[in-house]
């Protein structure tokens, strides 16, 4: 069992019950010195290491090795699962956790953009489609 941070699309409670099935416990957290970047011509984001950048998302607890193998299904070539360090609780009394995470693969590094990847945006105008479209 293990932890995955998300930054992106997994961050939508609905997408990542249709993909598991259940609704793993979670918890907000931060990521530091990465970022999570448009990708050109997509609605889901890349993550790329830059320092001094921080990126919020959603700490994911205990999944287990089924619930891995459906993710890197679901994450493609485009990404590489990578373990960090994460922030969890707030700013006074943030604890520091292992996690996985999914980096934007080198083969996909061409698509980002220098902007931020939006996640209030996704949700509000994409997450609809994308849930329709990819989740079944």
């Known amino acids: 069992m293990s932890h995955c ?8 409670s609905e997408i990542m019950f249709k993909l598991l099935g259940k609704l793993p416990a979670a918890e907000p957290a931060l990521l530091q010195n ?39 299904e679901f ?26 995470v999914y980096l934007l693969a080198p083969c996909a590094r061409h698509l980002a953009l220098d902007e931020d990847w939006d996640n209030a945006w996704f949700t509000k105008h994409e997450a609809r489609n994308f849930i329709t479209s990819t989740c079944g």
């Open 34 to 72: 990465y970022r999570a970047v448009k990708l050109k011509g997509q609605v889901f984001p890349g993550l790329l290491a830059c320092k001094g950048e921080k990126t919020h998302g959603l700490l994911y607890k205990s999944l287990q090795p089924h619930d891995w193998r459906v993710l890197d």
């Open 75 to 100: 994450e493609g070539d485009w990404y590489i699962k990578q373990e960090v360090s994460i922030f969890v609780g707030n700013q006074g009394q943030s604890t520091q956790q292992i996690a996985m």
């Open 5 to 12: 941070f998300t930054y992106g699309t997994l961050m939508n």
